[in-house]
């Protein structure tokens, strides 16, 4: 079956400081693939998403791209802010949205 | 316009109480979702809807009743709840079931405590 395994939690950093999350997968097909976030007390936002091999999915200053070599789908970005403390999570849509299990991040002043 | 709204945000009921959650889409979107969250866990599939028909229940017990009204509506009909059902409820929609990649659209949920 289908699976995403996400790098575990709780990442801690400092304003200004890179983020990467990993993110790989299992698919049997060829998947969408999706990273969403969720803020404290709120629903799931998507932030980008790539379809195909070698797509790169970009938002807010956030990127991904999808590397079917690897199967793998790792979240960037360069200088985080306070305000992108939420929880991460990466999916895959291949008939059903699986999700990873959550990657918590908090970004110190 | 990516928007799906729900309501009530938040919801505490006893066990014997009947109460529905509301998920609204205007996206034209033809396919629906619940799923159901517990703290510091993803999201799990509960109900899907295409085109205002069933298409897949996720073995979820028969206290939870879904209804898709129309196109544009979902509801989720709650009775004899147990504490254990208590979580983040989430609704979501997406184009359609057609490639089975399509990217979903989440509402911000519905906070149900059940005492």
């Known amino acids: 079956g289908n699976s995403v395994t996400q790098m575990e939690g709780p990442v801690t950093l400092s304003e200004e400081a890179f983020l990467t999350i990993n993110c790989t997968y299992t698919?049997?097909?060829?998947?969408?693939l999706f990273w969403y976030v969720q803020y404290p007390g709120e629903g799931l936002q998507l932030l980008l998403k790539a379809t195909k091999a070698d797509d790169k999915g970009s938002n807010k200053g956030f990127e991904a791209t999808y590397r079917k070599e690897t199967t793998s789908f790792h979240l960037e970005k360069g200088s985080v802010q306070v305000s992108d403390s939420a929880v991460y999570f990466c999916?895959?849509?291949?008939?059903?949205?699986?999700f990873g299990a959550g990657t918590t991040v908090t970004v110190r002043a | 316009d990516t928007e799906v709204t729900q309501t009530p945000k938040h919801l505490v009921m006893g066990m014997t109480n009947k109460k529905s959650l509301k998920c609204e889409q205007h996206?034209?979107?033809?396919?629906m979702y619940w799923y159901k969250q517990k703290a510091k866990k993803p999201p799990e599939l509960m109900f899907v809807?295409?085109?205002?028909?069933?298409?897949i229940n996720e073995s979820v017990p028969s206290r939870f009743s879904p209804e898709c009204p129309n196109s544009s509506l979902l509801n989720l009909h709650l009775h004899a709840l147990q504490p254990e059902d208590s979580a983040l409820y989430l609704c979501a929609s997406s184009q359609d079931l057609t490639s089975g990649k399509e990217t979903q659209y989440f509402g911000p949920g519905t906070r149900l405590l059940v005492l």
């Open positions: 996206m034209g979107h033809r396919a």
């Open positions: 809807y295409s085109y205002e028909k069933l298409s």
């Open positions: 999916a895959l849509n291949d008939y059903k949205l699986s």
């Open positions: 698919a049997t097909g060829y998947p969408s």
